[in-house]
Nanobody
């Protein structure tokens, strides 16, 4: 599964951005898709995940400000980020776990990072 992320950029504190993550490749179904991020000098951390059934998972640091959604017909997930803070500045990586049409788990997939910079 190949993941293509887009939508990063520079925004002022309090602003909004929307990231997209499009999955492509051989026949597959995505179980979980979402984003992690890595800020300068910090470890990678979870930002948001959404399951095939629509269940979502957010850390407290973004809960209430970020919303993840997915369009299963397009194999695409979206991350709406609002009320952005300078501490949200990081490289955001798209992530997915998928299965083949036969139900075999595929290795986890990572997209290229997209930089989000929030200025104060």
């Amino acid at each position: 599964v190949q993941l293509q992320a887009s939508g990063g950029g520079l925004v002022q504190a309090g602003g909004s951005l929307r990231l997209s993550c499009a999955a492509s490749g051989s026949t597959f179904s995505i179980n979980v898709i979402g984003w992690y991020r890595r800020a300068p000098g910090k470890q990678r951390e979870l930002v948001a995940l959404i399951s095939s059934g629509g269940s979502t998972n957010y850390p407290d640091s973004v809960k209430g400000r970020f919303t993840i959604s997915r369009d299963n017909t397009k194999n695409t997930a979206y991350l709406q980020m609002s009320s952005l803070k300078p501490e949200d500045t990081a490289v955001y990586y798209c992530y997915a776990r998928a299965k083949t049409a036969q139900g075999i788990d595929l290795p986890s997939s990572w997209g290229q990072g997209t930089l989000v910079t929030v200025s104060s």
